[in-house]
């Protein structure tokens, strides 16, 4: 069982940047494949990121990419999402995953086993 807490969420302007922090519990992090979603109201939720265990694998969504960067520290059982030059169009509620076994980041939300709770972020015009 693995527990997934998001911090970092807030209201920040257009252009502007946020740094989103997801910490894991337990012993064996770093064997999971982790990703980030998002869902904006109204819509469903979406995939925006994923990294591989050792962090040498990453996935982008075409619309965050060149401008998010998805990081992990296996010691400090955290994956982050470094979000730069925010758009109105990226306010949503972020949730970070995990997926137990995964041996490749993947894009699908049946691909992951275990989610936090979320965070909001939105972005001003």
């Known amino acids: 069982q693995v527990q997934l807490v998001e911090s970092g969420g807030g209201l920040v302007q257009a252009g502007g940047s946020l740094r989103l922090s997801c910490a894991a519990s337990?012993?064996?992090?770093?064997?999971?494949?982790m990703g980030w979603f998002r869902q904006a109201p109204g819509k469903e939720r979406e995939f925006v990121a994923a990294?591989?265990?050792?962090?040498?694998?990453?996935d982008y969504a075409d619309s965050v990419k060149g401008r998010f960067t998805i990081s992990r520290d296996n010691a400090k059982n955290t994956v982050y999402l470094q979000m730069n030059s925010l758009k109105p169009e990226d306010t949503a509620v972020y949730y970070c995953?995990?997926?137990?076994?995964?041996?490749?980041?993947?894009?699908?939300?049946?691909?992951?086993?275990?989610w936090g709770q979320g965070t909001q972020v939105t972005v001003s015009s």
């Open positions: 337990g012993r064996t992090f770093s064997s999971y494949v």
């Open positions: 995953a995990a997926d137990h076994g995964g041996t490749r980041p993947g894009e699908g939300e049946w691909d992951y086993d275990y």
């Open positions: 990294i591989s265990w050792s962090g040498g694998s990453t």
